[in-house]
């Protein structure tokens, strides 16, 4: 069974920072992208960031320049960078590994911006 572990959440004043973690229990070849997801309550998930076999990423508009996406593809493996929080960061955020026939999830991980 495909378990996809995140780490690194927690409590954070506005400006601060965090880095999230993220990797596939089991070595697959077929991911060819690696995101981070959030919801916060009352709204829909929606897609953070992104990165692409090759090395390719993607972000929300609205954490451009504040969040950065890394990770090794080949390793199953991926991580945010989370600088500048705002309250408006705070959510669960979920790890999501995808190949052509299937989409991993992890289990969420808190992100709380308070002062």
């Known amino acids: 069974q495909v378990q996809v572990v995140e780490s690194g959440g927690g409590l954070v004043q506005p400006g601060g920072s965090l880095r999230l973690s993220c990797t596939v229990s089991?070595?697959?070849?077929?991911?060819?992208?690696m995101s981070w997801f959030r919801q916060a309550p009352g709204n829909q998930r929606e897609l953070v960031a992104a990165i692409f076999r090759g090395g390719t990423t993607h972000y929300l508009w609205s954490v451009e320049g504040r969040f950065t996406i890394s990770g090794d593809i080949t390793k199953n493996t991926v991580a945010l960078q989370m600088d500048r929080l705002e309250p408006d960061d705070t959510a669960v955020y979920y790890c999501n590994a995808h190949e052509v026939i299937s989409d991993y999830w992890g289990q969420g991980i808190q992100v709380t911006v308070s002062s």
């Open positions: 089991k070595n697959i070849t077929t991911i060819y992208q």
